[in-house]
């Protein structure tokens, strides 16, 4: 039983993690998407997994960029969702993006001049 609960436990570790890194890819407007199947196959949890990926997955973008500066962009983004993740117990929503779905203005007002709200994301790591 003991045994069952550790096994649990990290299996939920990990995938927490993995949604982080999900959710780090999301914000910086990368189309990639970690199934657990990638994680585990790229022992991710390291900073290797995402230059490896990097390197065997992506590897278009390191002819534009350097792969330290990918990494640690992606590295950061990560950290401050699984924070954010941990602090709220909200699972991905604090680092969801919301460019998809335009809010609607309060109070009826006229959106004929209202322009759907702008995405933040760098675009120089657009894939």
């Known amino acids: 039983m003991l045994k069952a ?24 407007g990368l189309s990639w998407h970690w199934d657990a199947a990638t994680y585990v196959r790229l022992q991710a949890g390291s900073r290797d997994a995402v230059r490896t990926y990097l390197e065997t997955e992506q590897s278009h973008l390191l002819r534009a960029y350097e792969a330290d500066f990918l990494v640690e962009a992606i590295e950061a983004a990560r950290a ?9 117990r909200a699972g991905m929503a604090p680092c969801a993006s919301w460019s998809g779905s335009a809010l609607a203005p ?21 894939t």
């Open 106 to 126: 309060a109070g009826g007002r006229n959106t004929q001049n209202s322009a759907p709200a702008q995405r933040y994301a760098p675009t120089a790591l657009q």
């Open 5 to 28: 609960l550790l096994d649990n436990t990290t299996t939920d570790r990990a995938d927490q993690a993995r949604h982080a890194y999900n959710a780090a890819f999301e914000e910086l």
């Open 80 to 88: 401050r969702c699984h924070a954010s993740m941990a602090s709220n």
